[in-house]
């Protein structure tokens, strides 16, 4: 089954993928700031099952997973080599394809991405509470205030209304469907998984209550080539809350992935 993807520039492919229950419009609003600015690299954007325009598949991340496998053999050349970008969600799917297949891989990066896909299993200890701006989400329609309240940990105006409007650039989504994923949203090779050997950078926020920022420093073990950093004043939507922080980082990561292709 293959999913949607919309092609950005030219050049070596970048595949990326989003947060759960968002779609390619929100993940290229937050990315293509800094993607697009990397000269000679494409990027390819998709629709997880459940999400914009992608058809549904079985109800397992596996399936998930092999889905994007099916879409990325069918859209690239035969063989073709790739860099990975994923957020939450997407960069667990991103690490999975990345243990998977790591001669395909030229780097991952993985963005508050979740290693422990079960609630129960993530250490969410030693988070930094937020310090709301007063007034911080007047200008937020009110269904999203739960969303950014939990979401975001740099909670300022500017940052909310960055995630409001890019959210509402993002289409339709299947919701149960998504609630039925969640009942075997853990990959069959989690944890029996082996190293990846190509560039890996593994960024996390320590305000993220969602993914956490400790069990992404304790996955390093599993990256001998892998770069870890924690934003002091970040949550789960650390390319929209610091994307200063988030340019920066990326530029350094494709550096690595220009010397490793």
């Known amino acids: 089954m293959l999913l949607f993807g919309q092609v950005l520039g030219e050049g070596p492919p970048i595949v990326v993928l989003p947060w759960l229950g968002v779609d390619h419009a929100v993940m290229a609003s937050a990315c293509e700031p800094a993607l697009s600015r990397q000269e000679h690299w494409s990027r390819l954007y998709l629709d997880l099952p459940g999400t914009g325009k992608s058809p549904l598949v079985g109800t397992s991340s596996d399936d998930v997973l092999d889905a994007v496998r099916q879409t990325v053999d069918a859209t690239l050349a035969r063989g073709e080599r790739f860099a990975l970008v994923g957020c939450s969600y997407g960069g667990y799917l991103a690490a999975g394809l990345a243990r998977r297949i790591p001669d395909r891989v030229i780097g991952l990066l993985a963005v508050c991405a979740g290693v422990r896909a079960r609630l129960q299993d993530r250490d969410l200890s030693g988070l930094s509470p937020p310090t709301p701006q007063q007034g911080w989400l007047g200008d937020v329609p009110r269904e999203l205030h739960d ?23 993002g289409g339709p989504s299947n919701e149960r469907y998504l609630a039925d994923l969640r009942n075997r949203f853990r990959l069959a090779d989690e944890d029996r998984g082996g190293a990846y050997p190509g560039p890996a950078t593994l960024m996390a926020g320590r305000k993220d209550r969602v993914a956490g920022y400790r069990d992404q420093f304790a996955a390093l073990a599993r990256y001998p080539r892998g770069t870890y950093l924690a934003h002091a004043d970040a949550g789960h939507f650390l390319p929209f809350e610091q994307p200063t922080f988030f340019a920066s980082v990326t530029r350094s990561w494709l550096a690595t992935c220009v010397s490793a292709s």
């Open 147 to 169: 969303f950014c309240t939990h979401e975001i940990g740099h909670q300022t105006a500017t940052v909310a209304n960055r995630v409001a409007r890019a959210l509402a650039l």
